[in-house]
């Protein structure tokens, strides 16, 4: 079945900088790629997703890139704040049947 | 703004007892899911359903029973619990199109002692 691998645990930045995160997805047939993030003692909450009709979708300060042939996939944050820290998910989907495969979660601090 | 409501939000029980997590959603969504979250694991699923009456097993589907009785309700049962399954359970819902975003609810952290 789909396994999808988060590279980051844990990213540090200062506020105002750049973060990347990358996930990679083993199954060629997933079509949808969302992301989701989680607050401090929160539950999760949806924020930007991709579909494989396209490479490249943003959102105000979130980008997602997409790279098919390579099966990775990244969310891109510019200029990031302290409300920025919490613990970002990725996960895909579309493999057929009702399952959606989340990767282990990134943690990223943005510190002042 | 799609809801999904959890109960209990937090649960002791004791090795051996039977736990039940209820879950509830008012979006209609026809798919519905239960996850653990554990530290380095990330969301695994246990189990989800794909409307009234189904219940499918997910990646780590053992020790876990499911239950759809309505569109609405999910629920999660634990016959014996035992302390491996403390943890942070969530419930999420989503529409029939599996490529659709998810709506999730605020957790249950389950110890299990």
């Known amino acids: 079945g789909e396994k999808v691998e988060q590279h980051e645990s844990t990213l540090s930045v200062r506020e105002g900088d750049s973060a990347v995160i990358n996930c990679t997805y083993t199954?060629?047939?997933?079509?949808?790629f969302p992301w989701y993030k989680q607050e401090a003692g929160k539950s999760l909450h949806f924020v930007i997703d991709i579909r494989s009709n396209v490479d490249r979708k943003q959102s105000q300060r979130l980008t997602v890139l997409l790279d098919k042939k390579a099966k990775r996939f990244s969310l891109h944050i510019t200029a990031t704040q302290p409300e920025d820290s919490a613990i970002y998910f990725c996960a895909a989907s579309g493999t057929g049947g009702y399952k959606v495969v989340f990767g282990s979660g990134t943690r990223l601090l943005v510190s002042p | 703004e799609a809801a999904v409501t959890q109960s209990p939000r937090n649960k002791v029980a004791v090795t051996g007892g039977k736990v039940t997590l209820s879950c509830n959603q008012t979006?209609?969504?026809?798919?519905m899911y239960w996850y653990r979250q554990d530290t380095g694991h990330g969301l695994r699923l246990i189990h989800y359903s794909y409307g009234a009456g189904s219940t499918e097993k997910g990646d780590i589907p053992d020790g876990y029973k499911a239950s759809r009785p309505s569109q609405e309700n999910f629920s999660l049962i634990l016959e014996l619990a035992t302390p491996s399954q403390t943890s942070v359970y969530f419930c999420?819902?989503?529409?029939?199109?599996?490529?659709?975003?998810?709506?999730f609810g605020h957790g249950t952290k389950l110890s299990v002692l």
């Open positions: 999420a819902s989503g529409g029939r199109d599996i490529n659709e975003r998810l709506f």
């Open positions: 979006n209609n969504h026809n798919n």
């Open positions: 199954d060629t047939a997933s079509s949808y």
